[in-house]
């Protein structure tokens, strides 16, 4: 079978398979588990997936790998779907499971991101993330306050999952070879904060807005506060003034917005 690999979807694909079955494991799959998986391929992780879990549910773009996908699994507990995941509302997503389910992806890093977000903002069923990212991208998302990665991301997803980077993945293990090494991330979801995640992001976003500025100046700029106001809340927290975003906690930043958004 000759297949040309499509860039502009990002086909790099992976055959190994120990890492196949590592990053199974690293996803907690067993034989109660429903799958979501984006992006497929050729179908290597999809097998895997599907000798552990319940049922794979695994969304393609590419409408060429669908005949060659569907051969593959016939008679089997692996549902494809052709569809741009982007284009696919979360609730049409969700039916397709019965119970609570885990997103496994390997994915063209350009969505990773904004797929996270997507159903980070609107599942209802979903407890537990799995997608290779760029390494710099898993470096990123898991730094804590004061290193320097740390940033808006890392605060989000802080806020709502426990976000671990399980292995580094050679850039040497996908075919054709990429330009950069990978990262297997995992968030486990929780409901640690009671939080409005898209006004808590906004916060998080106006704290961060200029980097080189005090969170106190950020925060006049954003919210229209007095320097008093803003310092109050920096005191509050038991930082001092001259704090900058990257110096708070994601708990501090928590704190923040509820001090915030109760004396709004
Ligand atoms: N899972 C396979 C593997 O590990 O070998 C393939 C991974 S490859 C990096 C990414 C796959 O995602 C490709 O098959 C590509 O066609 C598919 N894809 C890209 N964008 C997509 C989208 N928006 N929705 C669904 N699938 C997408």
């Given amino acids: 079978m000759t297949f040309v690999h499509k860039k502009r979807y990002g086909q790099n694909f992976l ?20 799958v979501l998986e984006i992006g497929p391929g050729l179908g290597s992780l999809t097998n895997e997936l599907s000798l552990s879990a319940k049922k794979v549910v695994s969304y393609e773009i590419d409408r060429e790998l669908i005949p060659i996908l569907n051969t593959k699994f016939e008679n089997s507990n692996v549902k494809i779907i052709n569809a741009d995941i982007m284009n696919v509302t979360i609730d049409d997503i969700e039916k397709n499971f019965d119970n609570k389910y885990v997103l496994v992806a390997n994915l063209p890093y350009y969505i990773t991101t904004p797929i996270i977000f997507k159903f980070i903002e609107q599942s209802k069923k979903i407890y537990r993330l799995v997608v290779m990212v760029q ?16 940033g808006i991301t890392s605060v ?29 991330l995992r968030i486990d979801l929780h409901k640690k904060y009671d939080i409005d995640f898209k006004k808590f992001s906004s916060l998080v976003n106006n704290s961060f807005a200029m980097r080189r500025k005090t969170l106190v100046n950020n925060l006049i700029a954003s919210y229209k506060l007095s320097r008093e106001e803003a310092e109050g809340y920096l005191l509050k927290l038991d930082m001092p003034t001259t704090s900058r975003a990257e110096n708070l906690t994601t708990d501090q930043f928590v704190k923040l917005y509820n001090f915030m958004f109760d004396n709004l």
């Fill in 156 to 184: 989000l997803l802080d806020a709502v999952g426990d976000c671990k980077i399980t292995r580094k993945v050679n850039r040497k293990l996908f075919t054709p070879i990429p330009n950069v090494d990978s990262a297997i």
């Fill in 15 to 34: 055959t190994d398979i120990n890492l196949l079955k590592a990053i199974v494991s690293d996803a907690g799959v067993d034989n109660n588990s429903e």
């Fill in 135 to 150: 390494e710099e991208v898993a470096q990123k998302i898991c730094a804590k306050a004061d290193d320097k990665n740390y």
